[in-house]
C-alpha cells in the first residue's frame, strides 16, 4: 500500500521519547516476523519496523504456497498474532525508518517516522462503522485494485495492528466517520510522529518490490484489461478473493483458456534486470494447477524460456503439473494484441516445433511478474555504507560463507532484501539473521565484561 | 536407418553430411558488433520481426546455424536476404545480443562466400587488401588515361578531347561486360546455395508450363513491388514506438532515393551513350537534366546514410564496418564528382573539368566493377532470393492444391 502522509516530513512532526531495545528488525514480512519472534524468545528486546498499516508482508495476500499447496494466510496469520502479542516485541507499523546511525558497536540511535493514522490506534476498536459510513470507493491494494474500499478503512479482515485509518489523498471531508465513530477516535489533526531509539543491532528484511508490468510496452498491462498481474491471479485464487468466481475483468466472462506469460520483468536486459526472480517459474505452476481445481474446462498454457524448478519437490510438481494437461510451450511471448471481443493473441516462436512463427488466442493473460530489489535501504545508514550489489540487493562480503552479514558490523539483513528467493528460504534466513544478532549481542558483551560468557542475553 | 532393404540415393547421403566449422562465429564477429553467445533462445527477436513469416523465420534461426558452426546453412537460407534491419529485435532483446548487427554480419558473410573465386573476401577480410582491391581498378584507368588522353585544350571546354569519346565506349563496354558476368557467375553460386537448402524440389507435381508461368510471374512482381517501389522496407518498422516507425520511414525513404538516383545516372547515361552512338534524336537536356537531378538525389540519400553512421543515434547505425563505408563514399563521391564535371564544365573552368572528370569515372568505374563483391552486391542478391524464394513457395503451394 503506498498511501503518502500529507505531511511526512519532520518539520511538521511530534518528537517521541527515546527507546532502547537489542534489536530493531526492519520489514515486518514473513522473514522479519520469523526474526524478530526468535530473538523474542530468547529474550531480546525487540523493535519491529513496519512502512505498510499492517505487518504480514506479502504472503498474506498469496493463495498458496508451492509446492505443498498450503494455506498461505494459514501460515502467515498466525505467524502475525504470535508477534503482534509477544511480550518482548515493540510494533511500529505504517512507520519508516529514516535514519540509522552507528555511534559505536552495540550503539545504533534511530529515527524512525510514523505516518498519521488519522485514526487514534489506541482507542479504535475495529469496528467497521466509519467505513461503513465513508461514502469514498477507491480500488483497494489488498486485492489488487479487482475490488474497491473506502477512505475509511481497515486495511484487511486479519490486518495486525487491527485499526482503521484514512486515507486523505482520497478523503473528501465530509466528517461521515466521525459522526459515525462511536468512541470518537477519529482525528483529522493528527501529525506524523518521530521516535527516536536506540537499537544494539540491526536486522534488515526489508524484501522485494513487484516489477511494474506497465514497463513492458508490449505486453499492454493496465491498457488490455484481461491482461492481469500474477499478483491480481493470487487474489483471485485465494480463500479471500475479491469475487466467488475467477471472472475475467473486461466483461466478467469465466475464462476458457488462459495464458501465462513468464519472466515478465526478470531475465530481461531491456528492464535491466538481468537475474532469474526465483519464484515466478513456480507459483505460475502453483497457479496453473489452482486453477484447474477452479475451472476444470478451462485450458492452460504456460509461455516460458526455461522452467527453473529447482527446490525440493519442485521438479515433481511441474512434471505433475505437464502431467494434469497444463500444456507448457517455450518460447518467449513478444507482444500481446486484442482482439474486438476482449480476446488476447500472443505472438512467440514455437521453439520446440521447429521454431515456428506463432500466434495463439486466450481469453485471459497472467503476467508472472518478477521481484525487485525494495525501496533504496542503504540511505539510512549516514555513516556507514551499506553495500549492496550492481541490482540493488543488500551484498554479503562472504556471500556463500555468512550470506545474512552485511558491511557493517551489527547490521544484518535476510529474504528477498540480499536476493530474489520463496516463502521458506525466507524464513529461514530470517532465523539465520536473528542467530547472527545474537552472536554480535553476545560477543560485545563478552569483550565488555572480558569474561567467558556461558550463554543467556544480557 | 542405413541398413534398409533399398539403398539410398548417393546424392541424398551427401547432403545430410553437416560440416560443423569451429571459426564461423569468429568469423561473423570480425565482421559486426554483436553478443549471440548471449543468446538464451527465447525466440522474442522472431516473434518480434515484422517480416518474419511462417515458413520463412529470422533471426533467431540463424543465430542458432551460427553458434552451432554450421556454415552451409547460414549462406544458403534465403532468410539473411529478408532482413531490412529495423532494429526491433536488437532494442527488444532480453539478452542484449543484438541479433540486427548480426544479420548483418551474416549477409556480410553471405556476400563473401556466395562471389566466385571467394573475390569478396578481399572486400571483406581487412581495410588495407580492401582499399588494395579498390584502387586496382582506379590505378590502371589512371594509366590509361595518362598514356592515351588526348590534347588537353584550356581556352574552352571540351572533354572529348581530352579524353576521346571512344575510349570512355570501349572501357565502358568491358566494365560492363566484366560486370555482367560476374554478376551471372555469383548469381550462380547463390542460386546452387538456395537450391542445396530446399532439398528436393516438391515441384513435381505442378506442370513445368505452370511451373514456368509462376516463375515469371513472380519474377514480374518481385521486379516491381521489391525493387522498383521495395515494399518489403516499409514493412520493416520499428513499431515499438511513433518515434521510431517515423526513424524508420525516413530510412525507407533515404533508401529510395539512393536507388532511385543511382536508377536515374545510369538512364542518363543510356540516353547519352543512345545520342553518340546510334544517333538517338532526343534532345541532349534531357539526359543532362536527370543526370542532375538524380545525382543530387542519391547524394542526398547517400548523405543520409553518412549521417546517421556518424551520428550512430539508431540501432542499424549504431555499428559500421568498412565495408558499408566504402559502399557509401563510392555512391556519395561518384555523384558529388560528376556533379562536380557537370559545374566546371558550365563555368568553363577546362582544366578543373578534366580533373574532375578524370576523378568522376574512376569513382563510377569502380563502383560499378566492384559491384558484385562489396555491399552494393545486395541490389542483385536480394531481388534475386527474393524471387526463388516467392517463386518456391508458390510452386509447392501450387503443388499441395492440385
Known amino acids: ?219 499492454h498491462y493496465g491498457e488490455y484489461p484481461n491482461v492481469i498481474t500474477s499478483m491480481q491471479m493470487e487474489r483471485y485464487l485465494s480463500p479471500t478473493r475479491p469475487t466467488h468466481a475467477i471472472v475475467r475483468p473486461s466483461d466478467g466472462k469465466e475464462p476458457g483458456s488462459i495464458a501465462y506469460v513468464l519472466c515478465v520483468g526478470s531475465r530481461d536486459d531491456t528492464v535491466k534486470n538481468p537475474y532469474c526472480s526465483q519464484v515466478c517459474c513456480m507459483y505460475s505452476i502453483k497457479q496453473a494447477q489452482l486453477l484447474m481445481g477452479a475451472l476444470p474446462l478451462a485450458d492452460i498454457a504456460i509461455y516460458y524460456i526455461d522452467i527453473r524448478a529447482f527446490g525440493k519437490g519442485f521438479e515433481e510438481f511441474y512434471v505433475q503439473t505437464k502431467a494434469m494437461g497444463v500444456n507448457f510451450v517455450k518460447g518467449k511471448i513478444a507482444k500481446i494484441e486484442q482482439q474486438e471481443n476482449g480476446d488476447l493473441t500472443l505472438f512467440y516462436e514455437d521453439i520446440e516445433n521447429g521454431g515456428r512463427l506463432s500466434k495463439s488466442s486466450h481469453d485471459l493473460v497472467v503476467l508472472a511478474v518478477g521481484i525487485m530489489p525494495g525501496k533504496d535501504v542503504a540511505g539510512i545508514f549516514k555513516n556507514d555504507e551499506l553495500k549492496l550489489d550492481p541490482i540493488g540487493w543488500i551484498k554479503s562480503p562472504d556471500e556463500a560463507g555468512s550470506p545474512m552479514v552485511t558491511s557493517i558490523r551489527g547490521v544484518f539483513a535476510a529474504g528477498t532484501a540480499i536476493g530474489p528467493k520463496d516463502i521458506p528460504d525466507s524464513a529461514v534466513e530470517g532465523s539465520g539473521a536473528a542467530i547472527d544478532a545474537v552472536a554480535y549481542l553476545w560477543t560485545l558483551d563478552r569483550e565488555r565484561t572480558g569474561a567467558e560468557k556461558k550463554g543467556g542475553p544480557s | 536407418m542405413a541398413t534398409g532393404s533399398t539403398p539410398r540415393p548417393r546424392r541424398k547421403v551427401t547432403e545430410m553430411a553437416v560440416q560443423v566449422d569451429s571459426h564461423l562465429m569468429t568469423d561473423l564477429k570480425k565482421m559486426g558488433a554483436f553478443d549471440i553467445s548471449a543468446c538464451y533462445n527465447c525466440g522474442n527477436c522472431t516473434a518480434i520481426c515484422p517480416l518474419s513469416v511462417e515458413g520463412h523465420e529470422l533471426p533467431r534461426k540463424l543465430i542458432r546455424y551460427a553458434i552451432l558452426g554450421l556454415k552451409d546453412k547460414i549462406v544458403s537460407c534465403p532468410e539473411v536476404w529478408l532482413c531490412y534491419f529495423c532494429g526491433e529485435c536488437s532494442t527488444s532483446c532480453p539478452r542484449t545480443a543484438d541479433p540486427g548487427q548480426f544479420m548483418m554480419s551474416a549477409r556480410r558473410y553471405a556476400i563473401r562466400r556466395c562471389s566466385f573465386g571467394r573475390v569478396a573476401d578481399a572486400f571483406y577480410s581487412s581495410k588495407l587488401l580492401s582499399l588494395l582491391a579498390l584502387s586496382v581498378f582506379p590505378l590502371i584507368l589512371l594509366g590509361i588515361f595518362a598514356t592515351s588522353h ?130 538517338l534524336t532526343v534532345s541532349r537536356d534531357i539526359s543532362r537534366v536527370l543526370g542532375i537531378v538524380s545525382g543530387i538525389v542519391m547524394m542526398i540519400g547517400a548523405a543520409y546514410f553518412i549521417y546517421k553512421r556518424v551520428k550512430k543515434d539508431e540501432v542499424f547505425s549504431t555499428f559500421s564496418h568498412f565495408s558499408d563505408w566504402i559502399f557509401l563514399i563510392l555512391l556519395f563521391f561518384g555523384g558529388l564528382t560528376g556533379f562536380m564535371v557537370t559545374s566546371f564544365l558550365y563555368a568553363g573552368m577546362a582544366e578543373a573539368t578534366y580533373i574532375s572528370l578524370v576523378i568522376h569515372l574512376m569513382f563510377s568505374f569502380d563502383l560499378l566493377i566492384t559491384l558484385p563483391f562489396t555491399k552494393f552486391a545486395h541490389a542483385m542478391y536480394r531481388p534475386f532470393a527474393l524471387w526463388i524464394v516467392t517463386a518456391r513457395d508458390q510452386v509447392s503451394a501450387a503443388g499441395k492444391t492440385t
Open chain 1, 1 to 219: 500500500m503506498n498511501i503518502e502522509p500529507s505531511i511526512h516530513e519532520f518539520g511538521g512532526s511530534k518528537e517521541l521519547p527515546e527507546e532502547r531495545h537489542d534489536v530493531m528488525v526492519v520489514g515486518g514480512g514473513i522473514c522479519g516476523m520469523q526474526a524478530a519472534l526468535d530473538m523474542g524468545d530468547m529474550g531480546f528486546k525487540v523493535l519491529l519496523v513496519e512502512k505498510e498499516p499492517s505487518i504480514g508482508g506479502v504472503m498474506y495476500k498469496l493463495s498458496k504456497t508451492f509446492p505443498t499447496l498450503d494455506c498461505s494466510s494459514c501460515i502467515s496469520t498466525p505467524r502475525m498474532a504470535s508477534t503482534a502479542h509477544h511480550k518482548n516485541i515493540t510494533m511500529l507499523t505504517y512507520s519508516e525508518v529514516k535514519e540509522a546511525i552507528k555511534e559505536g558497536e552495540g550503539n545504533f540511535r534511530v529515527r524512525i517516522l510514523e505516518k498519521p493514522r488519522y485514526v487514534d490506534s489506541a482507542a479504535c476498536t475495529a469496528c467497521s462503522l466509519c467505513e461503513k459510513a465513508c461514502p469514498v470507493i477507491v480500488p483497494s491494494e489488498y486485492d489488487g485494485n479487482l475490488s474497491g474500499r473506502k477512505a475509511a478503512f481497515i486495511p484487511f479482515d486479519t490486518a495486525l495492528p487491527k485499526v482503521a485509518m484514512i486515507d486523505l489523498d482520497n478523503c473528501i471531508y465530509c466528517g461521515a466517520c466521525e459522526r459515525a465513530c462511536p468512541v470518537g477516535c477519529i482525528d483529522f489533526l493528527q501529525t506524523p510522529k518521530l521516535h527516536t531509539a536506540r537499537v544494539r543491532s540491526v536486522i534488515l528484511a526489508t524484501g522485494f518490490r513487484l516489477f511494474d508490468a506497465k514497463l513492458k510496452p508490449t505486453y
Open chain 2, 150 to 279: 588526348g590534347p588537353i585544350i584550356t581556352d574552352e571546354v571540351d572533354m572529348w578531347s581530352f579524353i576521346p569519346m571512344d575510349l570512355i565506349h570501349e572501357l565502358g563496354l568491358i566494365v560492363m561486360a566484366f560486370l555482367g558476368l560476374s554478376v551471372l557467375a555469383n548469381l550462380f553460386i547463390m542460386y546452387r546455395n538456395l537450391s542445396r537448402a530446399a532439398g528436393a524440389a516438391p515441384s513435381a507435381k505442378v506442370k513445368l508450363t505452370r511451373r514456368a508461368g509462376i516463375w515469371l510471374k513472380a519474377l514480374i512482381t518481385i521486379g516491381i513491388v521489391e525493387v522498383l517501389a521495395q515494399r518489403r522496407f516499409t514493412k520493416c518498422d520499428d513499431n515499438s514506438s511513433e518515434a521510431q516507425s517515423k526513424k524508420g520511414t525516413y530510412k525507407y525513404w533515404a533508401h529510395m532515393a539512393v536507388f532511385w538516383g543511382f536508377l536515374g545516372l545510369a538512364g542518363a547515361t543510356l540516353i547519352d551513350y543512345g545520342i553518340n552512338e546510334y544517333g
